[in-house]
């Protein structure tokens, strides 16, 4: 289901754009369960998240 997907927004997106979704997303998920083990993440590593969702963000809507 997920490459089917994944085909669906290459055919929407640019390849740019649509691996910055993949790879973020894949960032803040794990992130986010980190939260669920015995290791948290650090600040800088919080910030270093932050920096990398920012960043997606402007890609995401930089005009082409």
């Avoid at 390849?15 to 669920?36: C, E, K, M, Q, R």
């Avoid at 948290?40 to 910030?47: I, R």
């Amino acid at each position: 289901v997920a490459n089917y997907l994944l085909l669906l927004a290459l055919t929407k997106l640019p390849a740019s754009v649509n691996y910055s979704f993949v790879t973020g997303g894949t960032i803040i998920v794990s992130t986010l369960l980190s939260y669920f083990t015995d290791k948290k993440p650090t600040l800088k590593e919080l910030l270093a998240v932050v920096a990398a969702f920012i960043g997606i963000m402007f890609l995401v809507f930089m005009p082409i």
